[in-house]
C-alpha cells in the first residue's frame, strides 16, 4: 500500500471512532437532557398561563377587540401546540415501564434531538412575541 492510502485509510478510520464516540456520548446524556427539557417546559408553561391571564384581563377590561385579540388567541394556540409537541418528545413508552435512562427513551431522544432545538426555538420567539404584544397593551 502507497503512503497516501494508508493516510486516507487512517483518517477514515478516526473519523468513523469519533462519530461513535459522539454518539456513545449523547446516548450518555440524554437522560439529563430530558431532565433540563421537562423543567424548562414547566417554566414555560407558568409563564405562558401567566400571559394568558393578562391576555383575559385585558379582554375583560375591554381593551382588546377585533385582530388583535384573534392574533392573541392565535399565537396562544400555537404555544399550546408547540409545548405539546415538546412533551412528546420525551413522553415514555405507555407499553413499558420505561424511565428517562432506558435505552428507549435514550434512542427516542436522539432521534428527536434536532426536532427538540427548532421546537424550543419557536417557542422562546413566540413567548417573547406574546409578551411584547402584551405589554404593549398595558400601557
Do not use: Y
Not at 9 to 19: G, N, R, Y
Not at 49 to 61: G, R, Y
Not at 108 to 130: C, F, H, M, N, P
Request: hydrophobic content about 40%; overall charge positive; charged content about 30%.
Amino acid at each position: 500500500m502507497d503512503p497516501l492510502s494508508i493516510t486516507a485509510s487512517a483518517l477514515a478510520i478516526l473519523s468513523a471512532a469519533t462519530a461513535t464516540v459522539k454518539g456513545a456520548k449523547r446516548f450518555h446524556e440524554a437522560p439529563g437532557e430530558m431532565e433540563v427539557l421537562l423543567n424548562d417546559l414547566a417554566e414555560v408553561q407558568v409563564n405562558i398561563k401567566c400571559l394568558e391571564e393578562d391576555f383575559q384581563q385585558l379582554v375583560s377590561q375591554g381593551r382588546l377587540e377585533g385582530h388583535r385579540h384573534d392574533d392573541l388567541l392565535a399565537k396562544f394556540a400555537s404555544a399550546d401546540v408547540l409545548v405539546k409537541q415538546l412533551a412528546d418528545c420525551v413522553t415514555l413508552d405507555r407499553g413499558h415501564h420505561s424511565r428517562l435512562g432506558s435505552a428507549s427513551a435514550r434512542l427516542r431522544w436522539a432521534r428527536s434531538r434536532g426536532k427538540v432545538k427548532t421546537l424550543k426555538i419557536k417557542l422562546e420567539q413566540l413567548r417573547r412575541d406574546l409578551e411584547m404584544n402584551l405589554g404593549i397593551l398595558h400601557r
